[in-house]
Each structure stands twice: as C-alpha cells, then as structure tokens.
Antibody
C-alpha cells in the first residue's frame, strides 16, 4: 500500500523558516518523481513544485521559487520542503504527492494526508 | 501560466442523477488534464488522468472527456459518497495549474 506521511507543520512566526518532511512507503521511492501541493483554508489547490528521481531536475511555480526548496533523500525514502521568509499567505495545508511524470505528463496518483502550516505572530 | 476555469463553482444534485463538471483551459493542453476528488477534511484523490483514463480503483460511473481547451468530468448515477469537491489540473505546461474547484452536494 502506498503511504505518504507529512510532518513538521505547526505555528510559525512571519519571516521565519520551516522544513516539512514526507515519509514514503509501500513503493519504490527512488523510481518516482515527487511533488508538493498546498491548499489555503477554504481555497483551491496550488502546485508548489516537483523533483525527479535523482534530484537532478527540480521545478517550482515561479512565485515560490525564491522561498521554497524541494529536496529528497532516497536512502531514507523521504521528501522535504524547506520554506523560508514565511508570510501569512503561506498559511495552508501542505500535501506531498507521488507524481506520474514523463514528457508533457505530470499528475499525482497518491497523496499524503497533509500537514497544516500556520504563519502568525 | 495556463488558466483553468472550472464550472460550476457549486452544484446540487439528487441521488441517481448524472452530473457534469466542466474545465476550460486558456490554451490547448492536448489532453494533459487530471481530475481529483476531495472529500471534506481529506486529501485529494486521483480520478481521471490524460483527460479520459480512469485511475485504478475508481468506479466506472466516473468518466472524463474533452480535447483542446474544453474538458468535462461526468458522474453517472450519483451516489451519496460522491459528495465532495472536484478539481481539474493541467499538466501540459509549467507551472501546473488547478481549477478553482466544484463543490458537489446532494439535493
């Protein structure tokens, strides 16, 4: 069974940093692209970015490229999202997701349960 | 960025009814479209990919169609467990973008 479990969320002050983790199990982690998607309270979904199997290709949505960093540790079957200079607009549920990715294709076939990040003083 | 315009924003339907949700892309996305279902308090779940391919385990009452800039998700014989929000996502071009969602309720 594919399982993705996010952790590391919580309350953080504006301007601070936070690092989320996503522990993967039930599939061969190093065979898949992985991605992050967020959802502000009561709002829709926003793609944050993706990383390929060996971390040689990482793509971000342009508005978050200078704030967020995606990485992975294949030995630990873990995906990461390093977030910096956080503002209230970053308050959201953050989901990691397994991605089916090849040329002109990039959809998410399994999602974690999500982790809440609240940015507030 | 490719804009995804989803309609309607909300929808009320009766059990057994057929419902259709539309997604229009701001440019041709060549069937690079997925549909997700998100039940209240849960994470999104993949329903359809490549515009019309059913994801493993998804009931056959769900179907996707369309081409170019116009796509739709159809739910035949609506069941109570289909109450959820539905989102489309284009992945033809970066950045990937989602529709604003359709909230489906029972009448």
């Amino acid at each position: 069974e594919v399982k993705l479990v996010e952790s590391g969320g919580g309350l953080v002050q504006p301007g601070r940093s936070l690092k989320l983790s996503c522990a993967a199990s039930g599939f061969s982690f190093n065979d898949y692209w992985m991605g992050w998607v967020r959802q502000a309270p009561g709002k829709g979904l926003e793609w944050i970015g993706e990383i390929n199997q060996d971390s040689s290709t990482i793509n971000y949505t342009p508005s978050l490229k200078d704030k967020f960093t995606i990485s992975r540790d294949n030995a630990q079957n873990t995906l990461y999202l390093q977030m910096s200079k956080l503002g209230s607009e970053d308050t959201a549920i953050y989901y990691c997701a397994r991605e089916v990715s090849y040329i002109y294709v990039g959809y998410f076939d399994y999602w974690g349960q999500g982790v809440m990040v609240t940015v507030s003083s | 960025d490719i804009q995804m315009t989803q309609s309607p924003a909300s929808l009320s339907a009766s059990l057994g009814e057929t419902v259709t949700i539309e997604c229009r892309a701001s440019e041709d996305i060549y069937n690079g479209l997925a549909w997700y279902q998100q039940k209240p308090g849960k994470s999104p779940q993949l329903l359809i990919y490549n515009a019309n391919s059913l994801h493993t385990g998804v009931p056959s009452r769900f179907s996707g169609s369309g081409s170019g800039t116009q796509y739709s998700l159809k739910i035949n014989s609506l069941q109570s467990e289909d109450v959820a929000s539905y989102f489309c996502q284009q992945y033809y071009d970066y950045p990937y973008t989602f529709g604003a969602g359709t909230k489906l309720e029972l009448k």
